[in-house]
Every structure is written in structure tokens, then in C-alpha cells.
């Protein structure tokens, strides 16, 4: 009887500890209860009840723009383990097909962009953005208010069925690196990973994941699987420079280039939210600088740098391979001013000017300055290093005062 009694005691006042520890747990902060939960294992079993967990992931999600259903689903069962996914899923810069057509984007121009941009964007004159909706078979709308600046004259621009909207189709594209941001998606690009039994939490969020940020193969898998954390939208024939995914604070997602950017959610007005000025870390990230061979050719009205494999499986097999749409530029620097010019075009220049030559001099092709006739040459083949470092296009005249200066 003695002995029935002491068990019978001890299991009481195991339950009371526990109950005990639990409402003591229930009052803590993420952060502080992920401490405690590496005490030791009995603080750790008691310390990720559902009693526990739950508030916590309704009151962390509240205020929260976007958590995936299945962290919701996941809650009901297990919340401790939703709690750290749904951390860990808000770093993710990749975003999928699903997800980019799921959101009504608002958008506005960077400062970057110009005055020419800024003075008609209607974001930063006070009034409602611009909008655009993507869809799964690659197009997008670009909508704004009737009477508001056109974007482009497209013979693909629909008015809408609101008559006080004007809707202007596109194209969009998931990519898998592009000239100048590859590294900064790369960087941004935390991977989605599975969440152990040890995993903590810090800041009122998941531990950092010990992996190293997404490596290029794995943005080019994501790109495969349909979902990137790059993309490229065209209206008509013209392409804008790449758009690189960024989370914000509110778990939502924005895209950005050097121009301007959209969001997933309601666009704060001008001056209300430091996080999405164009002086915030995020914004700061994508740059005319870190984007200018993308920049000069959309001035230029050229097609966009495309190195070969750039697009993901939402291009065509010869864009893949580097064959439609992939264009190298060369910086060509005439009268001390750059100009970006397709590698292609100098190729052709090369061999118009040896056919003149020709013609002028009836020189045979063993004779001929540029290596023989009727072939297409290598822009490569035309440099001579120069004292400066600088390679110099040469014609016929070497000692012509104002030479091609070609930066590659």
C-alpha cells in the first residue's frame, strides 16, 4: 500500500511540475523559451506543448502579410514545429509560379529612374499605384488609371472591363542568373530546409540555417521547378532589367530592379515605412551600377544581355542554349563617351569594312588585313593591347587621332 501510494504521489507531483513549468513557459517571449528549451530534456518536452506553441504562432502570424495554408495546417498538430518552418520559409527569395500569380503586385518607380518616370508614376504623386497581375502561361497585365502616362504603345494594350483602367499585356519569365545580380539573388536567396528536432529559435524567429546561402545550381533547379528568384517582364518588344525577389519584414514579397520595384502587399505612402524607401538597406541592394549593361541596352532600345541558359524552362530551347535572344555587348568608347554595342554588330562592321578594302585594293585573300575573305571576325581578334591597359580597334590608319577604344 506504501508503495502504491509514493508512485501514486510522484505521478501527481510530476503532472503538477509540469503544469507548473508549462505556465511559466507560456509567459516567455520565442526567443527566450528557445533558450530554455536547451536546458535539458525535460525542459525541452514540456516546453514545446501545443499549449505553449499555439498562441505564439497567432500572435507572431497576426500582423504578418503572407504564411503558406501549411503552416496553419501544420499548427493544429504540431505548433512548435510550424512555428520554425513558417521563420525559416519568410527568408526564402525564391518564389513560385503559384505564389507570383497568386498577388495583386502595387508598384512604383525608384528615384533612380528619373524625373521623366517619377513625376508621372502615380505612387509619388499621393495617389493609388500602378498594379500588375501575372499569369501561369507567362502573361502579365500592367494596369494603371485611365488619363495616367501610357506605358507603351503596344498593339497588345486591351482596355479593361473598369472603364477608369488601362491595361497593357506582357510577358514575364522566371530566370536563372543574369548580368550583375546573380550574386545579390544568390546572397538573398536563403534555402527552404527541413526543420529538425534542434532547431532553435532567435529574435523572435528560427535560428540562421547553419547551410550557406542557395548556390547558382540550386537557383537553376528552382528555376526548373518553377520558381526563381529572378525574373524578366517585356511589353511588346522591349524587355525592363531584371527583377530580383527580397522579403520584407511583413513576410511579403518584393521585387526589384534598378528602376523600381513591386511589392506583395499595399505599398506604404511615401515616407511611411523606412524598410521600402529608396535609402533602405533592401532597395539599396539592386543598383544602376550593379545592372548597367541591362540599363544601357534597355536606353538604347537593344535587347537585353542573355547569357546562354539564362531562362528557365518558361523559355524556348534555343533561348536555353544561348541561341535566340543571346546577345554579348562590347563598351565601345567613341570621342570619350561609352556606348554599348551588340558584339555582334562590330563582327558585321569588321567584315563590311574588309570587303571595302578589298574592293579599293584588289588584294588577294592571303593578303587581306583581317585574317581572310568573307568571314565573320571576332571582335577578340581585333584588339592590340595598349600601354594603358585599354584595347584599341585599329582600321587601315593606326595612327588615327580618334581610335575605337573597346573595354571587354
Request: aromatic letters at 8%; hydrophobic letters at 40%.
Amino acid at each position: 500500500m506504501a508503495a502504491q501510494f509514493a508512485q501514486l504521489f510522484a505521478r501527481v507531483h510530476d503532472e503538477r511540475a509540469d503544469a507548473v513549468l508549462s505556465s511559466v513557459f507560456a509567459h516567455l517571449p520565442a526567443e527566450q523559451l528557445a533558450r530554455c528549451l536547451v536546458v535539458c530534456r525535460y525542459w525541452r518536452n514540456v516546453g514545446r506543448g501545443q499549449e505553449i506553441w499555439r498562441p505564439l504562432c497567432e500572435a507572431r502570424w497576426a500582423d504578418k502579410v503572407y504564411v503558406p495554408d501549411r503552416f496553419a495546417a501544420r499548427a493544429v498538430t504540431d505548433a512548435h514545429g510550424a512555428y520554425i518552418a513558417a521563420e525559416l520559409d519568410a527568408r526564402r527569395t525564391h518564389i513560385t509560379r503559384d505564389e507570383l500569380c497568386a498577388f495583386m503586385w502595387q508598384t512604383r518607380m525608384k528615384a533612380s529612374s528619373g524625373p521623366g518616370w517619377t513625376t508621372v508614376d502615380p505612387w509619388w504623386n499621393g495617389r493609388a499605384p500602378r498594379t500588375r497581375r501575372f499569369y501561369a502561361d507567362g502573361g502579365v497585365d500592367f494596369r494603371e488609371e485611365r488619363g495616367g502616362e501610357r506605358l507603351s504603345a503596344s498593339p497588345d494594350d486591351a482596355a479593361s472591363a473598369d472603364l477608369s483602367v488601362i491595361v497593357h499585356t506582357g510577358r514575364w519569365r522566371f530566370l536563372r542568373h543574369a548580368p550583375g545580380v546573380s550574386t545579390l539573388a544568390h546572397v538573398a536567396g536563403a534555402p527552404e530546409q527541413p526543420v529538425g528536432a534542434d532547431a532553435s529559435v532567435e529574435d523572435g524567429g528560427a535560428a540562421a540555417p547553419a547551410a550557406a546561402p542557395s548556390a547558382p545550381s540550386s537557383v537553376a533547379a528552382r528555376a526548373r521547378a518553377g520558381a526563381s528568384c529572378m525574373l524578366r517582364m517585356s511589353l511588346g518588344e522591349r524587355e525592363f532589367p531584371t527583377m530580383v525577389f527580397a522579403r520584407a519584414s511583413n513576410w511579403g514579397f518584393v521585387m526589384h530592379n534598378c528602376w523600381g520595384l513591386a511589392a506583395s502587399f499595399a505599398l506604404p505612402q511615401r515616407g511611411m515605412c523606412a524598410e521600402l524607401d529608396d535609402a533602405g538597406e533592401m532597395l539599396k541592394a539592386v543598383t544602376v551600377e550593379a545592372q548597367r549593361l541591362e540599363a544601357a541596352a534597355f536606353n538604347a532600345g537593344l535587347p537585353l544581355p542573355n547569357p546562354p541558359g539564362c531562362y528557365s524552362d518558361e523559355g524556348t530551347a534555343a533561348e536555353n542554349a544561348g541561341g535566340l535572344g543571346a546577345v554579348n555587348y562590347v563598351n565601345i568608347v567613341l570621342a570619350g563617351q561609352p556606348h554599348l554595342v551588340p558584339q555582334h554588330l562590330i563582327a558585321q562592321f569588321i567584315a563590311a569594312h574588309q570587303g571595302e578594302l578589298e574592293e579599293e585594293e584588289g588584294e588577294q585573300d592571303d593578303a587581306q588585313p583581317w585574317g581572310g575573305a568573307g568571314g565573320a571576325v571576332h571582335a577578340e581578334q581585333m584588339l592590340v593591347d595598349d600601354d594603358s591597359g585599354d584595347g584599341e580597334l585599329l582600321d587601315d590608319d593606326s595612327e588615327s587621332e580618334s581610335p575605337l577604344v573597346v573595354e571587354l
